[in-house]
C-alpha cells in the first residue's frame, strides 16, 4: 500500500504557455503518417501539474500528411501524441529551432517513428525499436510468475532490461550533449532499488551531467539533470553502506499489544527484521504466510521478527495479527497511523517495507522480501 511513492523522478522542464501574448514560432514537426487521417497530432509537455499543450494540428484526410509548428520555451522533455490515446506517445527532447520529420503509420508510430531532422533522431530510431522489443520480453516474462521464482523472474527481466541499458550507455557516453540523453538516462535510473543496478552507470550520469553544465548553463533542464545525478549518487553511497553494514538502526520504543514498552535495543546481538505493515494494507496482510514461514525457520535461532504496525485502530490491529497467525511476541505500535516518526527516522513512504538488522545492531539490508530476504538472513548466520 503506497502512501507516497515518488523514490526517483523524471527529468522535464515545464513548458509555459502565455496565451494573451503572440509567441514566436520556433519549431516545427511535418511528414506523413499513414492510416492515420483525420486524428490530431499533439506535442505536450508533462509536468507537475499535468500535461501542458504546445502545439496541435489534424492529419490530412487525403494522404496522411501533417505539419505543426508553435513555440518552445527552451529544450526539455515532450512528447507527441496521435489520437486520444495517451499510449500512443513517444518521448522528444525538442529545442527552438528544431524541425523535425516522420514518415511512419499509425500503427507503427510507437515502434519505428522513423524521425528525421534532428541530431539524434537516429537514435530515438534506435531506442523506440529497442523499446518495443523489450516491452513484449516483460510481457512475457510476466506470463511465467507462476512458474519461476521471484530471483529467476527479476533475473530474466534484468537480461532483457540490459540490452536496453547497454544501448543507452554507449550513446550518452559517445556524446555526452545529446539532448536525446534526457531520454536515454530514464533507463539507467534505479527505479527499483540498487539490487542489480549498474554503478557504471554513475560514470555515465556524471559524464553527461559535465557536459550538460558546459553546453546549456544555468537552465531549468541542465540543472534538473545535475540534480538527478546528484540524488542518484547520494543514493547509491547510502545502499553501500547498508550493504556493508556501517549504519547503525535508530532505536525506537513502542507498546505491546498488552500495553508494555518494546524497544529494539532490546534484541541487541540478535538478527532483526523490522516489518512494518498495518491491517489494512492488503499487500502488507500477503506477506504474512512469508513471515511466518521464516519465522518457523529460524525461531531456534537468534532471530526475531518485530512487527510495527501503522495502525491507528488497536482492535483492528489486534485482529490482523490473530487472523494471520502472527504467532511471535515481538509486535509493537504508537497506533499514529501514518503520523508516526517512524516513517522519517527510517525512511519510508510506503507499506509493507522491512529493514534487516544484524547482530552488531546495523542495518544490512532495506526493503527485502521473498528469496532475497531469505538469502540475506543466510549470510548473518
Not at 527479476?154 to 559517445?174: P, W
Amino acid at each position: 500500500m503506497k502512501k507516497i511513492f515518488l523514490y526517483f523522478f523524471l527529468i522535464f522542464i515545464v513548458a509555459s504557455c502565455n496565451e494573451e501574448t503572440e509567441q514566436e514560432i520556433n519549431f516545427s514537426i511535418s511528414g506523413q503518417i499513414k492510416d492515420a487521417k483525420g486524428l490530431t497530432v499533439y506535442i505536450e509537455a508533462p509536468s507537475e501539474r499535468g500535461v501542458i499543450p504546445v502545439a496541435q494540428t489534424l492529419i490530412e484526410e487525403n494522404d496522411g500528411s501533417f505539419e505543426l509548428e508553435g513555440n518552445l520555451p527552451g529544450l526539455g522533455f515532450y512528447q507527441m501524441r496521435i489520437g486520444e490515446n495517451q499510449e500512443n506517445s513517444i518521448p522528444l527532447t525538442i529545442a527552438p529551432n528544431d524541425h523535425m520529420k516522420f514518415n511512419t503509420s499509425f500503427s507503427e508510430f510507437t515502434k519505428k517513428p522513423n524521425a528525421s531532422g534532428t541530431s539524434w533522431a537516429k537514435t530515438m530510431n534506435t531506442y523506440m525499436k529497442l523499446m518495443d522489443e523489450f516491452n513484449l520480453k516483460q510481457q512475457a516474462i510476466a506470463a511465467k510468475q507462476n512458474t519461476l521464482s521471484e530471483v529467476e523472474l527479476t533475473s530474466e527481466f534484468n537480461t532483457a532490461k540490459e540490452v536496453i541499458d547497454q544501448f543507452a550507455r554507449k550513446k550518452m557516453l559517445q556524446d555526452p550533449t545529446s539532448p536525446y540523453n534526457i531520454i536515454l538516462s530514464m533507463s539507467l535510473v534505479p527505479s527499483t532499488g540498487f539490487d542489480y543496478w549498474n554503478p557504471e552507470n554513475l560514470v555515465v550520469f556524471e559524464k553527461v551531467a559535465s557536459a550538460f553544465q558546459e553546453k546549456y548553463g544555468d537552465t531549468p533542464t541542465c540543472n534538473s539533470f545535475i540534480s538527478q545525478y546528484a540524488q542518484i549518487e547520494a543514493g547509491y553511497q547510502q545502499y553501500q553502506n547498508i550493504q556493508n553494514g556501517t549504519i547503525t538502526a535508530p532505536n525506537f520504543t513502542l507498546t505491546t499489544p498488552g500495553g508494555k514498552p518494546i524497544s529494539l535495543a532490546d534484541f541487541k546481538g540478535k538478527v532483526v527484521l523490522i516489518d512494518f505493515w498495518a491491517s489494512w494494507c492488503g499487500p502488507c496482510r500477503k506477506e504474512s504466510p512469508n513471515l511466518v514461514k521464516l519465522y518457523q525457520t529460524y525461531k531456534g535461532k537468534d532471530f526475531v521478527i518485530l512487527s510495527v504496525s501503522l495502525d491507528d485502530d488497536k482492535n483492528a490491529w489486534l485482529n490482523a495479527i490473530e487472523k494471520d497467525g502472527l504467532i511471535w511476541t515481538t509486535h509493537g505500535s504508537d497506533l499514529k497511523g501514518w503520523e508516526t516518526p517512524l516513517t522519517s527516522l527510517y525512511g519510508f513512504e510506503s507499506i509493507p517495507h522491512t529493514v534487516l538488522v544484524n547482530q552488531n545492531g546495523m542495518i544490512v539490508g532495506k526493503g527485502l522480501r521473498g528469496e532475497m530476504l531469505i538469502n540475506k538472513i543466510k549470510t548473518l548466520f
